[in-house]
Structures are given as C-alpha cells and as structure tokens.
T-cell receptor, first 114, second 113 residues
Framework: SQTIHQWPATLVQPVGSPLSLECTVE??????LYWYRQAAGRGLQLLFY??????ISSEVPQNLSASRPQDRQFILSSKKLLLSDSGFYLC?????????????FGEGSWLTVV | GNSVTQMEGPVTLSEEAFLTINCTYT??????LFWYVQYPGEGLQLLLK?????DKGSNKGFEATYRKETTSFHLEKGSVQVSDSAVYFC????????????FGRGTSLIVHP
C-alpha cells in the first residue's frame, strides 16, 4: 500500500531563518506531488506541484520554493521566513493522470514564525 | 475554470441529528468528486468519492450522490456523533486538461453531546 510522510510535524522558527520541510511517498512510482498551505480560516492554498523529478510548477509567487530531487521526495524551502509564512503545510500525492485521480495527504507540518 | 462551492459554516448540531453539507461544482466534462475530512491538528483524509453521474460514495455512515443535473455532491449522515466534529472539504478533479484538484473552502461541523 502507499504511504506519505512529511516532517517535521511542528516547528517554531524566527523571522529571517531558513526552512526545509520534507515529504516522501512510498509504494508508488512517478506520483504527482503537491504542497498546500492552510492558514487560519481553513482554506487550502496550492503552493507547488510536480509531475516529475526536477519539474516544479508554482501557483503563488512568494519567498518559498520547492524541489523534487528524487521521484518520491518533495521538499519545501525558504531562505528567509516571514511572519506571514506561519501556517499548516500539507504535502499530498496522486497517481499520474489517467491512472486514478484521488489525492492523498500527509499528516501536515505546523510552522510558527516568531 | 473549475470551482467548488460549499455552504458556509460552522454547522452546529446535537448528537444524533441529521447532517447535510451542501456542495455544488462547476467543471467541464465529467469530473470526479470527493469529500475529505480534517480532524483538529491533522491532515486531510479521504472520506468518500464518486467518479460518475448517479454514483453514491459512502463511508463511516456518510454518503454523497453525484448529481450531474444539479452539479451537486451533498454530504449526508443520518445520525452524527461528537467524534464527527471536524472540517469537511468538497473537491473535484477534472476529467481532462488540468489534473490539479479543486477544493471548496471547507465547512466546520461541531457536534454537541
């Protein structure tokens, strides 16, 4: 069966510090990968998605970036965090188009920028 | 483009009450429709899905029917429990073109004993 894990689960970072959130998927190959942010108010904001290694599409211009160094690994980064980056970050995966389109989420990472 | 509209929350119910959370969508073609549930402090979990018109998805006492004529996918449960308190998201993925899921804004459900 397929599983998705992301870490760390919680972190508190000072303004201006770097960020790295990591996500891995097991039990499948060539997944589509996604990073979402959920700020207060519950709505989901798509930040990045990837259809393959090294292929990243950004949905929202900001000081965050994403990378996909391996097929099942997706990393969210920032060089300098802002207070407005605080929120709940969710990694997700789905199978390639045409093979089933359900999206599955990780456990989430709480980021507090102080 | 595609869109999903959910009823505004919070929805507040007493235990054993009947639940309906409305969801309507706009999409080209024949999208797949989903309901996700998010318990406090956790990620989203797939609750149920339907992939074609008139399909009924069901899980844990929840159900939703894919109504193409009304472009709706309302979530229902006959008797809610306190443990059902969570945020519920309606979502779709289009049948062609962009595969990126489209989510509603979420509806918070609070069930009192």
């Amino acid at each position: 069966s397929q599983t998705i894990h992301q870490w760390p689960a919680t972190l508190v970072q000072p303004v201006g510090s770097p960020l790295s959130l990591e996500c891995t998927v097991e039990g499948t190959s060539n997944p589509n990968l996604y990073w979402y942010r959920q700020a207060a108010g519950r709505g989901l904001q798509l930040l990045f998605y990837s259809v393959g290694i090294g292929q990243i599409s950004s949905e929202v211009p900001q000081n965050l970036s994403a990378s996909r160094p391996q097929d099942r690994q997706f990393i969210l980064s920032s060089k300098k965090l802002l207070l407005s980056d605080s929120g709940f970050y969710l990694c997700a995966w789905s199978r390639p188009p045409g093979t089933g389109n359900t999206i599955y989420f990780g456990e989430g990472s709480w980021l507090t920028v102080v | 483009g595609n869109s999903v509209t959910q009823m505004e929350g919070p929805v507040t119910l007493s235990e054993e009450a009947f639940l309906t959370i409305n969801c309507t969508y706009t999409a080209t073609g024949y999208p797949s429709l989903f309901w996700y549930v998010q318990y406090p402090g956790e990620g989203l979990q797939l609750l149920l899905k339907a992939t074609k018109a008139d399909d009924k998805g069901s899980n844990k006492g929840f159900e939703a029917t894919y109504r193409k004529e009304t472009t709706s996918f309302h979530l229902e449960k006959g008797s809610v429990q306190v443990s059902d308190s969570a945020v519920y998201f309606c979502a779709l993925t289009a049948s062609g073109g962009s595969y990126i899921p489209t989510f509603g804004r979420g509806t918070s459900l609070i069930v009192h004993p």
